[in-house]
């Protein structure tokens, strides 16, 4: 089985990697730099494999998606982890928008172009599933104000996830929203719960069994409010 995820050099990202590795998946671990890729990937086994990826950069996007079809011809996880920008200084009423657009850049078109881009590779996966990394900020139901660049961002993530998961229903591909919770890493802060806490519930929407869910939104395996 073969794993692809974004952000993977370190938290939660990193954990997602090191939890499918020891399921004996082949991990495709992907970061902004070859070196950051390479720096989490040496320390985790043979089977996770360091790749560059900026998924703002569509030419990025293009080599990643060549370089899985050619070595692999298929794709069976695709794991959308990597964010950006969580700008607790900000509000909705005063947001500097091209920090919101800087976020979107990464925490929505970057999940969205690379999703499009492996597609046709996780068409050809033995048992395909995508995971887009949510968070509650991005539940309507739970909503309030602050954080308006990474709020809006998850909320159209979310909003992705449930058109993906209904366009590719008769595909085989499984396309669940997950959230961590709150969780103790650089974005996150101290105080959160265990990285592999959270990472256990990417996990489990990643390993799914054929008739599992799609287009839900999940934390710790039970359904999140939208």
């Known amino acids: 089985m073969i794993a692809l995820v974004t952000g993977g050099n370190r938290g939660i990202g990193k954990e997602v990697c090191r ?4 399921r004996d998946y082949t991990v495709l671990l992907t970061a902004r730099s070859r070196e950051r890729a390479e720096g989490a990937a040496g320390r985790m086994g043979e089977n996770v494999l360091p790749l560059r990826l900026d998924v703002t950069s569509p030419e990025d996007i293009e080599a990643v998606a060549r370089e899985v079809e050619d070595r692999y011809g298929r794709l069976d996880v695709l794991v959308n982890n990597a964010a950006i920008t969580y700008d607790t200084w900000q509000s909705a009423v005063e947001a500097d928008l091209d920090v919101v657009r800087e976020a979107l850049e990464t925490n929505l078109y970057g999940a969205w172009r690379l999703t499009q881009a492996l597609v046709p590779s996780l068409r ?6 995508v995971v ?3 968070s509650g900020a991005g539940s309507l139901t739970e909503m309030g104000g602050g954080t308006p660049a990474y709020t809006i961002s998850k909320v159209a993530l979310n909003a992705l996830t ?10 085989r591909i499984l396309v669940n929203a997950v959230c961590p919770g709150w ?9 959160g719960r265990p990285v ?3 990472a256990a519930g990417i996990v489990w929407a990643a390993t799914l069994p054929g008739d599992g869910p799609t287009g839900g939104f999940f934390r710790d395996r039970r359904r999140v409010p939208w």
């Not at 939890?19 to 020891?22: G, K």
């Not at 449930?162 to 595909?171: C, D, K, T, V």
């Not at 969780?183 to 105080?191: F, I």
Request: a positive charge.
């Open 162 to 171: 449930r058109m993906l998961a209904s366009e590719l229903r008769g595909s």
């Open 124 to 129: 050809e996966g033995k048992r395909p599933r």
């Open 196 to 198: 592999a806490e959270g």
């Open 183 to 191: 969780v103790a890493t650089d974005m996150g802060g101290p105080g």
């Open 19 to 22: 939890q499918l590795a020891s």
């Open 132 to 134: 887009n990394v949510s």
